[in-house]
């Protein structure tokens, strides 16, 4: 992210994000789901720490799709959603809270030397998150299986996508490497580009975000990075936006963003077919948009 400016836009989308944020109170019935959800679930946040005592710990939240303050009934695919420079988490609940109505968890680690309260600040340890990013998935997968805690049986383990804003969208291209775990499906790269030996391993589906005037990280590094993929991917572009300004809602593109990452996700979590061919029509708002594709049914 970068700038204070971006901080301020997406402290408004935290104010309007959606989902009432309660405590963890108990599980529900683990079970099975099959397809992607019909309606919204309520939104519930739980605050977790990644080897807590590690020389690296990581803070973690995790929103998930709730019902009377339990986590709901089902199987929910993740979503490990990265920051970027000089953020945090909350600061991005506009599109994860939504994200997590509309049936998916997702985990976002507060990475140790690049959040906005980081007392060692450090531009390059960017370098360091994507390996942040896969010890979250390890943890996850663990915690899935352990007994009595709440999220235990609820997380779909071998569905997992990244997704991440600017620092946090090179973080997840820095995870699509040769050789990386088929657990990850899917990668939405936000005001972002490509990390040396990304989009490699295998083929995961790529939606990349960006405004055409964006004045940190051009588009042109984001296009460059979509045009180096090899499998399926898609380039959604905002004409005259900067670095951030469709993550806030009500300002124009916001709700282009959101449909078009919310039917991604269900698309590659959830094998949702008719959510894949929605997604033109998602992204389009005349004079505001435009959407390349190479995705395959």
Known sequence: M????????????????????????????????????????????????????????LPLTVWYPATAGRVAAGRFPVVLYSHGLRSLPELHAALTTRWAAAGF???????????????HFTRADVRNQPADGWRVIRYLVRLDAARGDPLAGHLDVNRFAAAGHSAG??????MLTSGHSAR???????????????FAGPAAPLLFVHGSADPI?????GRAAYDRTTGPAAFLSLSGQGHGEYLSPG???FAQVLATTTDFLRWTLYDDRAARHRLPADARLAGVTSFDSRLRS
């Open 217 to 221: 990280v051009a588009e042109s590094v």
């Open 169 to 174: 969208g090179f973080t997840t291209a820095g």
């Open 184 to 198: 990850l499906r899917s990668g939405i790269v936000i005001a972002g580009g490509g990390l040396a030996g990304s």
């Open 251 to 253: 300002r124009p593109g």
């Open 2 to 57: 970068g700038a204070q400016r971006l901080v301020a836009v997406l402290l408004t989308a935290l104010l309007a994000g959606c989902g009432t944020a309660t405590a963890a109170s108990g599980g529900g019935t683990p079970g099975p789901t099959r397809h992607a959800p019909d309606g919204t679930y309520d939104v519930a946040v739980r605050q977790l720490t990644v080897d807590p005592g590690s020389r690296r710990p």
């Open 105 to 119: 968890v997702v985990a976002a680690p507060t990475y140790p030397r690049t959040n906005l309260r980081a007392a």
